[in-house]
């Protein structure tokens, strides 16, 4: 099992950047591909960026793809997620998600796939 807290989130003017941190806690993380996931109010949960076990695979939304990027240090139990040019429909609950099922070269492409959870961090993106 594996622990998740996020950071990061807060309030930033459209076009301006965020970097949202997770720390993982228990022996296991590295075994583990990681997603950051959001969720808009009355939407559903969305997968907006993932990256596999080793850190060499990484996969996007099309609605993000070129704006953010998603990394790992697992060394340091950490994932992060570099936001850049920000818009106001990236507003969200940011949540970390770690995969249900260990050594997957590539995150889930499902929600459902995800099986610990962090608390989740408030994005919000002013026009």
């Known amino acids: 099992q594996v622990q998740l807290v996020e950071s990061g989130g807060g309030l930033v003017q459209a076009g301006g950047s965020l970097s949202l941190s997770c720390a993982a806690s228990g022996r296991t993380f590295s075994w583990y591909a990681m997603g950051w996931i959001r969720q808009a109010p009355g939407k559903e949960r969305e997968i907006v960026a993932g990256?596999?076990?080793?850190?060499?695979?990484?996969n996007y939304a099309d609605s993000v793809k070129g704006r953010f990027t998603i990394s790992r240090d697992n060394a340091k139990k950490m994932v992060y997620l570099q936001m850049n040019s920000l818009k106001p429909e990236d507003s969200a609950i940011y949540y970390c998600a770690a995969s249900a099922r260990s050594w997957e070269y590539i995150a889930p492409a499902r929600v459902a796939d995800f099986g610990s959870w962090g608390q989740g961090t408030q994005v919000t993106v002013s026009s």
């Open positions: 990256i596999g076990w080793s850190g060499g695979d990484t």
